[in-house]
């Protein structure tokens, strides 16, 4: 195997939990690059670990740019096998059984369940799973029409007199308040959260 990826597989620390998304992503393309010398046709993996990586100035611009990621997804979509992006997602995603496998083997410590295969597993997720393109389209529709608007990440929900009001440290003007909260969130199961006593 290549030299870049030998540590991988040897099992040589690489990644600890507190090791910046930045630094695993610059490690995974010094690894490919032998491979894939040009990085306009490499997998942006840091852009899909983290897509928004800057401040946007006003709340129409943050949506203007989820309209056209999720049309570039769409369009990508269309293209099925032809697509080298989706394909570069698939094997993210599909890298998770042979991480999983791995792991049941006793491959794993504590910190690597806790740090690089939790990591895997929530990219790969993302990558590998999620609504049909039609719900897509359907999302982009309505916010095209002014129907949907998109908060921007690590919203954070507030109670005040007014009702519940939403906001994004990553997105200028974002605050949006509503006398309704509906919350969709899917939490990730832990067996420590649960309340069942015969689990605890």
Known sequence: PSAAIRPHLDGDPVH??????????????????????????????????????????S????????????????????????SAFKA???????????????GSLGGFDAESRGSGFAMLMAVGGMAGSGPPAFRNRQLLA????????CIG??????????GFTAASPFVADSQVTADALIDSWMNFHHLADTADPLAR
């Open 16 to 57: 600890g939990a507190d090791t910046p998304l930045e630094a695993v992503a610059a490690d995974v393309a010094d690894a490919v690059a032998p491979f894939v010398p040009a990085p306009a046709d490499r997998l942006d993996l840091l852009g899909e670990m983290r897509p928004v990586q800057h401040v946007c100035d």
């Open 59 to 82: 709340a129409a611009a943050f949506d203007a740019w989820v309209q056209r990621r999720v049309a570039h997804d769409l369009d990508e979509a269309a293209l099925g096998r032809d």
């Open 88 to 102: 570069g997602l698939w094997s993210v995603s599909s890298a998770r059984g042979v991480a999983n496998r791995v």
């Open 142 to 149: 309505l916010a095209e029409a002014g129907l949907v608007r």
């Open 153 to 162: 990440p690590r919203a954070r929900v507030t109670i005040t007199e007014a």
